[in-house]
């Protein structure tokens, strides 16, 4: 975050009127906190922003002060765009195509390494855990108290990006920051309990399936789930991602992946590994990205030749990763 | 935390030479991070501590600094005993009746509201959220160093029975002492990795059959889980109060219960509400206990019965409780 940034930031946040803030489509806990989180800021600031989204807020996050002033279509004209959240412009879905924004300045506010820093200003940090993290050090900046509904917001995100700081990013100032939002009144028991617990029924009955179809072999664990299946239990597509987190925790495992059949016959794959496995490696193969311990990727269809196509391509690299080096589980501490 | 029981707790422990250090059976990671966490203490200050456990320490503390040293057969002479996690004598199990303490004084540390102040002296803190958290606070008055090895011990309890800082009873103050820990050298990603994540393939097969089962009427998700369905799964019977706490996160729920059946016919029952709701009462009436959000009992089978009968009372109980008071769903921040 470059202080030229940050300044122009300031004076752009300060010199508008009417702003329009925009969290990317599909949003989540940190999309939905940065969003409400500066809408709190700027009518601390007397302007009239509006605050947009394409896709509906999930639900889990109605505890949030502003849920209900979230819109898919803004009218009027507005003399600044803010993005939030959002390593593209594309994120913002046809909100950012919006024509009442013409001409307005844009202010990028995001903490994705990929951010393609495409504002007038880019308030970009990508050590922080989430985008309100840097939302938090902007409004210390601009001098705007934290009263209890911005630190919500804010902490929201913290918690959720970090899923209840769990990540290995969570360092001892990520939860200093933590502190001063509880003591600005962020209820973080509430927030854990709704950002991060709270799951639509289907999402349950669909691990309650997955589970079931648990298959393991030598340090993998596996589920595979059939079109079939997920319409049975009405699933909507949500909550696949902490299935994988919660294979990942099965003891003596290395690598867990979920193959979910789409619609259109291709196979999504998600892979976790434990620190000392990478699975960035497999899913850039088959044209996927990610991290080295999260990644993900969509391959042709049908579900069991996928499968057998993936599970064997990942035995021989697991093999290769366990000749190269010697294996680190991540299980000792350090001391001294 | 009285000062004289302070004063006493610190006389007690820098006199001894080869004090026994003892947690309770079932040991979760309360009992084994305290346990580690003061015989990392000990040794600093020169002393032989011996550290002990009837119960077999659970697999995924193995990271853990010390765990390879806990024995459940101490043996020889002891010149003090020092009670961890234990709300009565009996906690300790066989090892609170070993022959080689018999006219040791006994230093009770613990954090439990049930607590019996049975040692010479009670270090106990019943605000705090773990025994590690009153560990921190003795050590402080100690005035030992904090290293990499006793940070992470006394952060695996406050992890652990915050269940990831979850808990309604996590202050400002409480996430303070982990960035003290942190700093020191406590690794926050692996303890909760490990100490809250990692979970035998068991108990995710078990939750598989659970969330195949649930069932849901008016507020209310339950789910029975009959010893033939344990069984075929190898379920070792444990992981249940995590099952309960997933099925309280369905969307829309006001109270969960899980009706685990037992080899005697027995079914154990396990509460779980959202705040504005209690369940402590249904428990008590039926001769169990808990608190106001977590509670259970154990009633006679078999288990169909036992669960018409506990669910007819819980629908009674619910109905009295939303016509008495205006349901607080707890989902409304402070704010200002």
Redesign the interface.
Known sequence: MRSKDLDRSRELLLNCSRPLLVTHVAPDGDAVGSLLGLGWVLWALDKEPVLACQDPLP??F????GFDEVTDRPSGHFDLLVSLDCSDPGRMGQIGAYPGVRGAPLLNIDHHLTNLEFGVANLVDVGAVSTTQVLYRFIRALGVPL???IA?CLLTGLVTDTR?????N???DV??V??EL??A??????????G??????GA??L????????E?DDGV?WVGLPLAVQQAIGHDGCGDAGLA????????MHVAVVFTEQEDGQVEVGFRA?PGFDVAGIALALGGGGHTLASGCLVPGPLEEAQQRVLTMLREDLARQRGQAPVDD???????
């Open positions: 639900r889990r109605d505890f949030l002060p009263d209890g509904r919500t209840g700081f769990r990540t290995s969570v360092t001892a939860l200093r933590a502190v509880m003591e009144g962020a209820p973080l028991a509430v927030i854990t309990r709704n991060l617990d709270r799951r639509p029924l349950l009955r691990w309650g399936a997955a589970f079931s179809r648990m393991v664990v987190n919660m294979l990942i925790g099965v003891e003596g434990v991540g299980r000792h501490p350090q001391s001294g």
